[in-house]
């Protein structure tokens, strides 16, 4: 079945990185875009972040353009969100996600099938 594990995620000071990491198994990588959502207490669950299958096209939500950047390996099975000059309203569980292959990316979560347990992020001031 398919597998999404997510790892890297920590506390840090505003201003700090971190980079998150999901390995995927169970399913052809290269056939999936991939996205990253993130939902903090009470809220609901946030587009972040989309990569399509090859890694050329990427999208951000707004509040992230310029500090995260997304990107995959498709040998390693793994997409990365690197996450830079962070705020504490970064603060959140962070879920990597697959829709169906060959679906194209998505900004709702419910455009995925397949989610990971989730990383939390947090980010003091």
């Known amino acids: 079945q398919v597998q999404l594990v997510e790892s890297g995620g920590g506390s840090v000071q505003a201003g700090g990185s971190l980079r998150l990491s999901c390995v995927a198994s169970?399913?052809?990588?290269?056939?999936?875009?991939m996205g990253w959502f993130r939902q903090a207490p009470g809220k609901e669950r946030d587009f972040v972040a989309g990569?399509?299958?090859?890694?050329?096209?990427?999208h951000y939500a707004d509040s992230v353009k310029g500090r995260f950047t997304i990107s995959r390996d498709n040998a390693k099975n793994t997409v990365y969100l690197q996450m830079n000059s962070l705020k504490p309203e970064d603060t959140a569980v962070y879920y990597c996600a697959a829709p169906s292959a060959y679906r194209a990316l998505m900004k709702v979560p419910g455009g995925y099938n397949y989610w990971g347990p989730g990383t939390q992020v947090t980010v003091s001031s």
């Open positions: 169970g399913l052809t990588f290269s056939n999936y875009a």
């Open positions: 990569i399509m299958w090859s890694g050329d096209n990427t």
